[in-house]
């Protein structure tokens, strides 16, 4: 089984930055793409930002500029960069990891969510 643990959220006023950090441990042959995803109250779950294997990255419209995603393959770790925090950004962020966990076996997991507050 594939564990994922966010951390980094938290309460900032509009132009403040936070990271966020998603970390993935367990049965894991290796990590395909991992990205973040977030839902607003009442809205759907969308797509912040993912990053593949290659390093090849993927932002929202929304946040493109203010927020940047990396991530450590020794650790198993994905972030993101959040800058010029918006009350828009306001939402619960949650990680999402696509995981090959033996040579055929792959599976996609998420994280249990952070909040990021962002006031005016």
């Known amino acids: 089984q594939v564990q994922l643990v966010e951390s980094g959220g938290g309460l900032v006023q509009a132009g403040e930055s936070l990271t966020l950090s998603c970390a993935a441990s367990?049965?894991?042959?290796?990590?395909?793409?991992m990205g973040w995803y977030r839902q607003a109250p009442g809205k759907q779950r969308q797509l912040v930002a993912d990053?593949?294997?290659?390093?090849?990255?993927n932002y929202a419209d929304s946040v493109k500029g203010r927020f940047t995603i990396s991530r450590d393959n020794r650790k198993n770790t994905v972030y993101l960069q959040m800058n010029s925090l918006k009350p828009e950004d306001t939402a619960v962020y949650y990680c999402?990891?696509?995981?090959?966990?033996?040579?055929?076996?792959?599976?996609?997991?998420w994280g249990q969510g952070t909040q990021v507050t962002v006031s005016s």
């Open positions: 999402n990891t696509d995981v090959r966990t033996s040579i055929l076996g792959r599976g996609v997991y």
């Open positions: 367990g049965r894991i042959f290796s990590i395909n793409t």
């Open positions: 990053i593949t294997s290659g390093d090849r990255t």
